[in-house]
């Protein structure tokens, strides 16, 4: 029986336009990357810095969130624990509670989707406008983001087009890109002015200076923050830097790895609200740190290269699996290789356990990933802790385990240790090759049955006589 | 640094190659012999435990592992027709193998693993003479080989000797085509989505040939290729591992030579 992401896969994979749709758009990420990396030993110099960076902070990561927080409430901004995404929703809740605040207006965060915040808004009567481009149109279609620095990157322009006209029946209906970015815009604008409150997600967050750095390219996140009197920024406990010379080497590496471009267009740093004097800027400031799993994550020292993770999509950009499934059938927040490893962690194996085996390990997103997370080496690592049963800090560890395989490979594993058998096994394959079935299920609906050869390399080679001691 | 030329090299012959392109092994060997290097095969060999490693079955790879490990005890390099069983051997035998009491050997035997066609470029420095006809052909990088191993041009410089040999670029060179293993039963609709592409990217170079030094790809790419001829009217390259391209090329022909040669194609349907 087919799995659930199984027949979304081959749903997807039956969407000729979307896939060639991906491929292209792939494609221009993956040129405009390499354009930007024309001399490799500067790269790699890049990606070790990047990672000795992101690999220090987590390697006093209770110290710094401390240090973060204290800085951060001396600044004045308000720090909030949240163990789960029930907590980290319930926290924004109060505050629009608060402020008698019936809608917000949101800047990108793949941590609200995590918290599936709109959602849990909506349940309470809020409604939480998202002001990102790519989010503002899979929002209008009911839709989550297929990619996580491109949310709509899965719709084409017409597509678009007419999502538009289906929405805005007044304006004119129209396919030019130029035009469809300023009707949204001039939608939004007016939402920022009266907006109440402003929500929005973090880059990095500076522990020495206690300072938010939030990388954007619309200007929405600039506007989620600093117009409506409130803003709240929600962010996972892993992405925090320990020094504010930490930000520059960060900040060369994720734009040039996620779109290709050299700089974003906006870079904004929040340390405070709006100080007395200052003419913009929200009077108050909260922050969420949302753990949901980060710290089971952290507790093991291999996965925790894990949480190294600054989020630029490079390797769901270069991956052959998510080029060609999209994002939507992983059925995760995080798509591609970084969801192939993140969510089973997070939510566990029984869960998104299946993710581990999409993957041909041929480790394309462990080559670009600016900060080296061993993608591939994870996923080794969960296919093991799916099917091992001793106790382990990993999520509905052991679930994955089916007795026939377990079985299959303890008879491989005899067989592989006792040469006479290998040998016998092999040996009597050649015999009755002519007998081996041409049908071998999945394998031979698109290639033929790969055939035994009429006498093995063993015992070709006594035959040749090659020294064989 | 590359360790001068050693008389003597172990082979490792992939479990793969035993069964199903023994050939690709017998060539691999013929050519470290022709460049005056004896080869040492041990006949206890099987696999080298990576189809149980990357189905995170660790204990059973181990336990496979370790007799190989046995198997080459002298100093001496272990040459490998494959970048996955190298990279296997050379990147993930000290993960398998850590703090177990016998990791030194396991490192020990790790330093020294060679993939083939990076033995006869780095070590041997090999000079090939083509002997060949004129030929168009399209090379496949096996992911290991290209990413675990760092040894993707080793085959087109080898390739870049033969005077004959014109090697066609292909579109999406690097991706990979589709095979991982148990990916490609495990996951089948996505590997046969990939591999359909790889397959017409190479037929679209114009190449009557597609080589590389892994047969796990030529199984996928040339079964792929044999059933589009079957079900697709489609072209069929034929398929072949380098070692038996290489000693093909360079070795006056004889009668024996032209006979099933090919592996994809040619082979399967006898
Ligand atoms: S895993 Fe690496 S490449 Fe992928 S999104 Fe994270 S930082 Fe970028």
Redesign the pocket.
């Given at each position: 029986m087919k799995t659930e992401f199984r027949i979304q896969v081959d749903q997807a994979l039956g969407k000729q336009d979307v896939r060639a749709h991906f491929r292209k758009a792939m494609d221009t990420l993956m040129t405009n990357r390499r354009n930007q990396f024309p001399d490799n030993a500067e790269l790699q110099r890049l990606r070790d810095q990047a990672q000795v960076i992101r690999a220090n902070a987590l390697s006093k990561l209770p110290e710094l969130l401390e240090q973060l927080e204290a800085n951060l409430t001396q600044n004045g901004i308000h720090v909030h624990w949240a163990e789960t995404t029930d907590e980290a929703n319930d926290i924004v809740l109060k505050i629009m509670q608060k402020h008698n605040a019936t809608w917000m207006i949101k800047g990108k965060s793949m941590v609200s989707e995590e918290m599936g915040l709109n959602h849990f808004l909506e349940s309470k009567g809020i409604e939480a406008l998202e002001s990102d481009l790519g989010e503002f149109i899979i929002q209008l279609d009911g839709e989550t983001p297929s990619h996580?620095i491109m949310p709509a990157i899965h719709k084409s322009k017409e597509q678009i087009a007419k999502l538009f006209n289906e929405k805005f029946p007044d304006i004119p209906y129209t396919e030019d890109v130029d035009t469809l970015t300023r009707t949204a815009r001039d939608i939004l604008r007016e939402k920022f002015y009266n907006a109440p409150v402003g929500l929005s997600g973090v880059n990095f967050a500076v522990a020495e200076t206690g300072t938010l750095c939030l990388v954007e390219n619309e200007g929405n996140g600039r506007m989620s923050t600093t117009i409506p009197p409130v803003h709240i920024a929600v962010t996972g406990i892993e992405k925090v830097v320990e020094k504010f010379s930490d930000i520059p080497p960060l900040l060369s590496i994720l734009p040039r790895?996620a779109t290709g471009q050299p700089i974003t267009t906006y870079f904004n740093m929040i340390s405070s609200p709006r100080k007395q004097g200052e003419k913009d800027g929200p009077e108050e400031v909260h922050l969420v740190l949302l753990d949901n799993g980060r710290s089971r994550i952290y507790s093991d020292p291999e996965l925790l290269a894990t949480l190294?993770?600054?989020?630029?999509?490079?390797?769901?950009n270069h991956c052959p699996v998510y080029v060609r499934i999209g994002g939507h059938s992983y059925g995760t927040v995080y798509p591609g290789?970084?969801g192939t490893i993140l969510e089973p962690q997070k939510s566990g194996l029984s869960v998104h356990g299946e993710l581990v085996q999409a993957s041909s390990l041929c480790g394309a997103?462990g080559e670009?990933?600016?900060?080296r997370?061993p993608?591939p080496n994870i996923i080794n690592r969960l296919r093991y802790e799916g099917v091992h049963q001793e106790e382990s800090s990993v999520l509905d560890a052991g679930s994955k385990r089916k007795p026939m395989e377990a079985i299959t490979w303890k008879a491989w594993s005899w067989a592989a240790t006792h040469p006479s058998m290998y040998n016998l096994g092999s040996n009597l394959a050649t015999q009755v090759r002519k007998l081996v079935p041409n049908h071998l299920g999945a394998w031979t609906s698109v290639r033929t049955a790969p055939a035994i050869a009429d006498k093995t390399l063993h015992q070709q080679l006594k035959a040749l006589g090659v020294d064989h001691e | 640094m590359p360790p001068s030329k050693p008389d003597t090299v172990y082979f490792f012959g992939t479990c793969l190659i035993d069964l199903m392109f023994p050939k690709a092994g017998v060539s691999a060997i013929q050519l470290l012999q022709r460049a005056g290097i004896k080869v040492i095969y041990p006949q206890a060999q099987t696999c080298c435990g990576q189809p149980a490693w990357n189905s995170g079955y660790r204990a059973e790879a181990r336990k496979v592992a370790r007799a190989q490990i046995a198997l080459f005890p002298k100093p001496l390099p272990i040459v490998i027709p494959s970048g996955s069983c190298a990279g296997m051997m050379k990147t993930h035998y000290p993960e398998l193998f850590k703090g177990e009491a016998d990791e030194a050997q396991a490192l020990d035997v790790a330093g020294r693993v060679y993939e083939l066609t990076e033995f006869l470029v780095d070590v041997l420095n090999v000079n090939l003479k083509d002997l060949g006809e004129p030929v168009e052909i399209a090379v496949h990088t096996s992911c290991s080989a290209r990413r675990e191993m760092g040894v993707a041009d080793k085959i087109e410089q080898l390739l870049g000797q033969l005077q004959n040999v014109k090697v066609l670029e292909q579109a999406y060179k690097p991706e990979c085509c589709g095979f991982g293993g148990t990916f490609a039963i495990k996951q089948p609709e996505i590997s046969a989505a990939m591999v359909a592409d790889k397959t017409m990217h190479l037929r679209n170079t114009g190449a009557t040939q597609v080589v590389s030094q892994d047969c796990g790809c030529l199984m996928n790419i040339g079964g792929a290729f044999e059933y589009q001829a079957k079900h697709q009217n489609k072209k069929a390259l034929s398929t072949q591992h380098i070692a038996e391209f290489l000693l093909q090329r360079t070795s006056s022909p004889s009668p024996s030579t032209g006979e099933g040669h090919r592996m994809g194609v040619a082979e399967v349907k006898s």
């Open positions: 996580i790895s190294r993770c600054i989020r630029c999509g490079a390797c769901i290789p970084i997103c670009v990933c600016p900060v997370i993608i | -």
